[in-house]
Nanobody
Framework: VQLVESGGGSVQAGGSLRLSCAAS????????MGWFRQAPGKEREGVAR????????YYADSVKGRFTISQDKAKNMVYLQMNSLKAEDTAMYYC?????????????????WGQGTQVTVSS
C-alpha cells in the first residue's frame, strides 16, 4: 500500500489550497480514505473522510463548510479542497486508508498512512 500526498504549501489566511493523495496497492473501490492533520504539540485529528465505494463523506466540525473531500476513482486519487483557510489550520496533513469507515474519525482505525504534506497559513 502506498499513499502519496502533495499540494501543501504556505498561504495567507482566507486563501485556498488543494491537497492530493495518490493511492495504490489495495482495492481502492471499497475503502475509506481520510485526511488527518497534526499541529506541533497536538494530537493527530481527523479532518474529513470519504468512502470510495458510495462516496459518502464526513467532516470535522472545525472544517465544515470550508473543506471539501472528493475523489477520482478512475485515477485512485483523493483530494481535499481547503478554502477560507485560517491560521489554526496550520499543520502537517496526512492521507490515510482503512478498509472501513469509522465513526468517529480517529487515526487509530486507519492502517495505512502517507508521509504528509505541510500546510502553513499566515495571519
Amino acid at each position: 500500500v502506498q499513499l502519496v500526498e502533495s499540494g501543501g504549501g504556505s498561504v495567507q489566511a482566507g486563501g485556498s489550497l488543494r491537497l492530493s493523495c495518490a493511492a495504490s496497492g489495495f482495492t481502492y473501490s471499497s475503502y475509506c480514505m481520510g485526511w488527518f492533520r497534526q499541529a506541533p504539540g497536538k494530537e493527530r485529528e481527523g479532518v474529513a473522510r470519504i468512502y470510495t465505494g458510495g462516496g459518502s463523506t464526513y467532516y470535522a466540525d472545525s472544517v465544515k463548510g470550508r473543506f471539501t473531500i472528493s475523489q477520482d476513482k478512475a485515477k485512485n486519487m483523493v483530494y481535499l479542497q481547503m478554502n477560507s483557510l485560517k491560521a489554526e489550520d496550520t499543520a502537517m496533513y496526512y492521507c490515510a486508508a482503512s478498509p472501513f469507515c469509522p465513526s468517529p474519525l480517529r487515526p487509530g482505525f486507519f492502517s495505512y498512512w502517507g508521509q504528509g504534506t505541510q500546510v502553513t497559513v499566515s495571519s
